[in-house]
């Protein structure tokens, strides 16, 4: 044991940790100041109000040191307070002073301003030296919604400089001029508004001060309460500390102790809050009668809504109905929607807004491993030294592991793959960017795994104990057609051989897929290359490696898991199965059905049909968000009665026949599963808006009226329950949570899992299945007469259909969407910046305004879905993945041409 001594006591030191942490580990965490120093940043050194005194032996001759980046030593002695030290740690305060305005008792910051307890702490009563002029500012920035700046009130400490370096990645501040005539910029000395800032609020919430704040500012002392919740946007699971006072959200921070996001999150959590007193949420059930919706009470709306599920189970059974639950709402909430229609109704016909996203990923992950979820955890990038990110925009869809991902590729001593049809931002950072044509991915991986074999840099002794059908594999794999692939693709062959050696000789490599990947005709085929190409290296069962999927909204892991899909239940449990059968109808005390249900593709093709007389959906804008628009209204208006379970008046409520107002996350309890199987509490900030309930509580509410006795929605109830349906979730309980969660499986003694198949895979040994590159049937189809390929992304500053985010000042950002023209491409048409481009494929057209970029290739187009104004999935058609009916969003063959005006498509 090594030993240091703080004012003469001995403490054990750790290796290689600073005199700062040193300190603060064993003694008050203030006994010691700083102004530099933040808990998220790296030891800096600037300000000097952290010096120590330090001597080599009791009573020695000391030096004066700052302690926040200096290393501490076996046997060193360190004087915290002694009166030399205590001197020079208020004669820096009073020199910072002198050019920082006096005016506490008006500043937003007062009484939470860390120069101000500072100042306090080493004894300032009076500046002894002039007063400064604030010399370089005089007027405030307040041209961005959210940021603002006073760099009048700036201390020089850098602490926004490297939050934006460090934490986010975005390089926007900097440090300008020497001296005194030195201070902080934005870009290229510009406004907020205008430059690079992605509004992430990093800077801000390093900001010791109020130099740098943010509109609802958060620093301020105003609230009266603090409550610990999850984000409700991306499968991120960002840790969020909400300031409310009288039941009024003020603003909200990110907490430096989640494991999840360090103290940062991305501007939809931090800001994009506002939805959730919006005038226009819903505050009233209602029913359409003549045409027209009636708000009418609850109990009216509930005996409605059983009166005529009850009828239609009578007359046309069961499978008429179908329900669309949502990866918005709580497990607890997706686990009682499933268990409504499974017990209640006595159908399969359930499913989730996670079959438009991820259920490729589910199925090839299963298929492969056993297990379709993330194998590993995003802190594991610290031990990585390859990643392969692959149909993914983090740093967009995912910002908080975008950014992360963003500084590990940033690095010259790592290897970063990016696999894209885009030059996405990550990508600009990568060693190797491999710019494949959508619809390719399978091409571009059989390539990768091709090189990994011939070029011998398999994992033998992997591949032998722990994998079965290799031999196969690899027959099928080295018969490819190089030349073919290479042309299909679009990608240089030396550059996948380049990359595919990359990625097999690295010690540890991680890959990362999102939508790029799933919502293909061969999405699921995909899954099974990235998990095969993991078993090809021996990249799976340890830290730093494995298949990561980006989950796209914040709950599509926990829904999938409690049972929200046609063909497994809670837990994933096969519901053909008598086994399983027999164990639910036990469990619920009815017979459930054991028919696979429909899935949601199939929901509307059964309601053209006739076949479908109900369907309740729950907090999802299918006529907005699920492909071929049209189809979805006609399906919708072919089904008696449709209930919709919305926060606001979305494309879908507008042909509902019943809508139920829901709460929002802030306004609910329960927990959301992040990407990397992290299950965490969600805990209520405010009560629902009047008039409005929880989800949970809604379809409770619904299953008594309709006889089937169920506790009301309380999350340590329903976690209770679950935990004795679903496997791994057997040690999960709402006590045991705490603040970061656990990641399951969870055994019943609470232990839970980061790492999963260390030792074997579910399923056994891990599958080796080869699928051969097929070009889908929209460009087979369609691709003479419609000669682009239009694919579809997300942008930072919206969430999926927009609900919420355009409810926000976000719009103010970004309000409108757009689409990513070649500047050849756009010469050609002769388009230029900000005209509008007519897309038109076999299913409709919209018109669009231009981006002209070369970070899409030419022949390639992208554009974003978040304004209804727009409704690109107008254009989106009927091909599915092959195996899990994902929808194809990222291949529609379109021609185009110059428009004369923005057209808005028919919704009816």
Not at 498 to 524: C, D, K, R
Not at 555 to 562: E, F, I, K, L, Y
Not at 628 to 645: E, F, H, P, R, S
Request: glycine share 8%; aromatic share 8%; charged share 25%.
């Amino acid at each position: 044991m090594k030993t240091a001594y703080i004012d003469n006591q001995a403490f054990e030191i750790v290796e290689g940790e600073t005199m700062l942490s040193f300190i603060r580990r064993y003694k008050e965490k203030n006994l010691v100041p700083t102004l530099c120093d933040a808990p998220n940043l790296d030891p800096f050194g600037s300000c000097r109000v952290c010096s120590v005194e330090v001597a080599l032996e009791e009573n020695g001759a000391v030096k004066t040191l700052a302690s926040c980046h200096t290393p501490v030593s076996e046997g060193q002695y360190i004087y915290t307070n002694s009166e030399s030290v205590k001197e020079l740690r208020k004669n820096i305060v009073e020199l910072v002073l002198t050019d920082h305005p006096l005016d506490c008792l008006t500043c937003e910051v007062n009484g939470n301003c860390e120069l101000q307890t500072v100042a306090a702490q080493v004894g300032i009563r009076e500046v002894r030296y002039p007063e400064g002029d604030n010399h370089l500012y005089k007027t405030k920035d307040l041209s961005h919604p959210y940021m603002t700046s006073d760099l009048s009130k700036c201390i020089n400490c850098y602490r926004c400089v490297r939050a934006c370096d460090e934490v986010q990645g975005q390089f926007v501040l900097s440090m300008s001029g020497r001296g005194f005539d030195s201070s902080i910029i934005k870009g290229l000395d510009q406004s907020f508004m205008d430059s690079d800032c992605v509004s992430c609020g990093a800077c801000s919430q390093a900001c010791p001060t109020s130099a740098i704040s943010d509109v609802f500012q958060s620093k301020a002392i105003k609230a009266t309460d603090t409550t610990r919740t999850i984000c409700t946007y991306c499968g991120v699971g960002c840790n969020l500390e909400v300031a409310t006072s009288n039941g009024e959200i003020l603003s909200i921070q990110a907490p430096y102790d989640a494991e999840v996001n360090q103290g940062h999150t991305c501007l939809k959590g931090r800001y994009a809050f506002k939805f959730y007193d919006h005038p226009e949420r819903l505050n009233s059930p209602m029913i359409k009668r003549n045409g027209a919706f009636e708000k009418v009470s609850w109990d009216e709306v509930y005996e409605y809504i059983a009166s005529k599920l009850s009828s239609y189970k009578n007359e046309f059974g069961s499978d008429s109905m179908a329900g669309i639950s949502s990866s918005r709402c709580t497990n607890e909430e997706n686990y009682l929607m499933q268990k409504f229609f499974r017990a209640v109704i006595q159908t399969n016909n359930i499913d989730g807004c996670a079959r438009v996203c991820h259920s490729p990923t589910a199925l090839g992950m299963q298929r492969t491993y056993g297990t379709g979820a993330a194998t590993n955890s995003i802190d594991d990038l610290k031990d990585t030294n390859c990643i392969m990110v692959i149909g993914a925009n983090p740093t967009d869809a995912h910002p908080v592991t975008g950014a992360k991902l963003k500084q590990f590729a940033m690095k010259s001593d790592n290897v970063s793959i990016v696999i894209d049809p885009r030059r996405t931002e990550l990508a600009k950072y990568a060693t190797h960017h491999l710019a494949l044509r959508p619809g390719t991915n399978v091409a571009v991986l059989n390539m990768m795994m091709f090189y990994i074999i011939t070029e011998e840099l398999a994992d033998a002794s992997f591949i032998e104990s722990r994998t079965e059908g290799f031999e196969e594999y690899k027959k099928e794999i080295l018969s490819i057609n190089i030349d073919k692939l290479e042309a299909v693709s679009g990608v240089d062959r030396n550059q996948v051989r380049e990359a595919a050696i990359a990625y097999a000789s690295a010690p540890n490599a991680m890959s990362f897929h999102g939508l790029g990947v799933t919502e293909h005709s061969q999405g699921t085929f995909t899954v099974m290359q990235i998990a095969d190409l993991a078993l090809l290296t021996g990249n799976i069962g340890r830290r730093g490696v494995g298949v990561n999927p980006l989950r796209g909204q914040n709950n599509v892991q926990g829904s999938a898991d409690m049972g929200v899909q046609p063909h497994q239940g809670a837990g994933y449990l096969d519901i053909t199965s008598h086994k399983v059968n027999k164990q639910y109808n036990e469990f619920y005390g009815v017979n459930v059905p054991m028919n696979i249900g429909y899935k949601i593709p199939e929901m509307f093709d059964a309601a053209l049909a006739g076949d479908l007389k109900a369907i309740w959906i729950i907090g999802e804008d299918v006529v907005q968000t699920d492909p071929n628009t049209q189809k979805v209204i006609k399906a919708l208006q072919a089904t008696d009665l449709v209930i919709v379970q919305e926060l606001f008046m979305t494309e879908t409520a507008k042909y509902a026949d019943v809508i139920l107002p829901g709460a929002s996350f802030l306004e609910k309890n329960g927990t959301f599963t992040n990407g990397e199987r992290r299950v965490q509490a969600v805990h209520k900030v405010v009560e629902p808006i009047e008039g409005s309930k929880p989800d949970g509580q809604i379809i409770v509410d619904i299953m008594n009226k309709m006889g089937y006795a169920q506790a009301d929605y309380t999350p340590d109830g329903m976690l209770e329950e679950i935990s004795q349906i679903v496997p791994f979730f057997a040690g999960i309980s709402w006590d045991r949570l705490g603040v970061n969660g656990l990641q399951w499986p969870v055994a019943k003694d609470g232990t839970d899992t980061q790492i999963l198949h260390k030792t074997d895979f579910k399923r056994g040994k891990g599958l080796f299945e080869f699928n051969s590159w097929e070009e889908t049937k929209e460009l087979t189809s369609h691709a003479k007469d419609y000669p682009y390929i239009l694919t579809t992304n997300r942008e930072l500053e919206h969430y999926n259909c927009g609900a919420m985010t355009r409810r926000t000042a976000n719009e103010q950002i970004l309000s409108d969407d757009y689409l990513m023209i070649h500047p050849e491409d756009a010469q050609e048409n002769l388009v230029n910046e900000g005209d509008y481009v007519c897309l038109e494929s076999p299913r409709g057209k919209v018109d669009v305004k231009a981006r002209i970029t070369d970070e899409v290739k030419k022949g390639v187009l992208s554009t974003t879905f978040h304004f209804p104004e727009i409704m690109i999935n107008n254009l989106t058609g009927d091909i599915h993945d092959s195996e899990a009916m994902c929808p194809e969003y990222k291949v529609v063959a379109v021609r185009i041409r110059k428009s004369k005006g923005k057209f808005k498509p028919q919704l009816s």
